[in-house]
């Protein structure tokens, strides 16, 4: 039980020094459960932000297991997924709701 | 409706592996089934309500609402988890010896029940809200292949309960001179597990630094999307592709856990000596 305190008591010190990398932005929108861009470009080693923005009425799950991200965006909503910082490659995301068409990928270069 | 069936067996079946390891671990408890049934029916019209608020929950903290939501859901269970353990550590040799007694420590009975409902209830909240979006977005979408879907999702749901079931019967299986070791180990990485996705959610948002991500990926050898990957991650909370932070959190939660459940287990002695004296 202590342990877990003083864990959480460390957290938010831990926290400052996540934002060593300056971050940058990047958009994605959800339309007819589709992505738009299909492909994302970023750059490597810097965290990203990604807004997702869902313009469908209907909620959706952005899933990536490269990325190791899930995230349930509501019927015209919007989220925020943080990742990276990223090693050069390709990181396919897709959406968990309906995957036939919500496939994407990320090129990180 | 295959595709439906499987997401909504993916969803449900975290849920009611829990479910079925502490229902397993909870045995002998009186009154363990009202509590259980009034934790799943807490959890589900929270899910609904979960659902519901979706946008409103997304929309705290700038955008990482849900992430905050999903590893506090998950810190509870992990302090309701622990404290089970820890309870049982001084509780469950008796419990194992006179399964039928229990009349005597009922109030004790009772503040374990409470947590068993609050574990249950927070597992199928976390796992039903999503569930319900889902098949929210199938019915409200036009054409005539939803009704097919939503049949997919009960054949999905019923697969996972099915497997929880199994979890549990086969844990009741197990002899009793082992049992409250067996069902102690796994309570025990289950919340590991919770732990470490926590800490996922907590990197997710930007909120805690991932360390190093990953640390490691065994992803090509043991897919987290495959049936032994999904499998072991609910029930020992398997990442083939973890942050160091999730070790880290995995790591802090499994040996606090052992700690308490260790030093709760001494004081009985000292206290059985002196009823001797």
């Not at chain 1, 940058?24 to 080693?45: S, T, W, Y």
């Amino acid at each position: 039980m202590k342990n877990i305190s003083l864990i959480l008591l460390l957290a938010p010190l831990l926290s400052s020094v996540a934002s060593y990398a300056a971050e940058a932005d990047f958009k994605l929108v959800i339309k007819d459960h589709r992505f738009q861009p299909a492909e994302l470009n970023v750059p490597a080693g810097k965290k990203i932000k990604m807004s997702i923005e869902n313009k469908d009425a209907t909620p959706e799950e952005f899933e990536s297991h490269s990325l190791n991200r899930e995230k349930v965006i509501s019927g015209n909503g919007t989220a925020t997924i943080y990742v990276g910082p990223l090693e050069p490659g390709r990181y396919d995301f897709y959406g968990e709701f309906n995957k036939d068409t919500a496939q994407g990928v990320i090129v990180v270069k | 409706m295959f595709g439906t069936a499987i997401i909504v067996f993916r969803e449900i079946l975290e849920a009611a592996i829990i479910i079925g390891i502490v229902s397993a671990a909870t045995r002998g408890v009186p009154g363990r089934t009202r509590w259980l049934v009034a934790g799943l029916l807490a959890g589900l019209v929270g899910s609904g309500i979960v659902a519901a608020s979706t946008d409103v929950i997304a929309s705290f903290a700038s955008g990482v609402g849900q992430e905050l939501f999903n590893a506090s859901v998950l810190g509870i269970a992990v302090l309701m988890l622990a404290w089970h353990n820890v309870w049982m550590a001084s509780h469950g040799a008796e419990l194992a010896k006179k399964a039928r007694m229990l009349a005597t420590n009922i109030s004790e009975g009772r503040s374990e029940c409470s947590i068993l409902m609050v574990v249950v209830g927070l597992a199928v909240l976390r796992e039903g809200s999503e569930t319900v979006l889902f098949l929210y977005g199938i019915a409200a979408s036009e054409g005539g292949g939803a009704r097919a879907m939503l049949f997919g999702g009960l054949v999905g749901a019923l697969a996972g309960v099915a497997v929880g079931y199994t979890i549990y019967a086969g844990l009741l299986r197990i002899p009793m001179r082992w049992f409250f070791a067996a069902t102690g180990a796994l309570v025990l990485l289950l919340a590991a597990g919770m732990a470490s996705t926590a800490a996922h959610f907590l990197i997710q948002a930007d909120l805690i630094p991932a360390l190093a991500s990953p640390l490691w990926d065994t992803s090509s050898a043991l897919p987290e999307n495959g049936i032994a990957g999904v499998l072991l991650h609910s029930l020992i909370g398997y990442d083939a592709r973890p942050a160091g932070m999730q070790v880290v959190f995995y790591v802090a939660v499994l040996f606090a856990i052992s700690l308490g459940m260790k030093l709760a287990g001494k004081p009985r002695k000292t206290i059985q000596i002196k009823g001797a004296i």
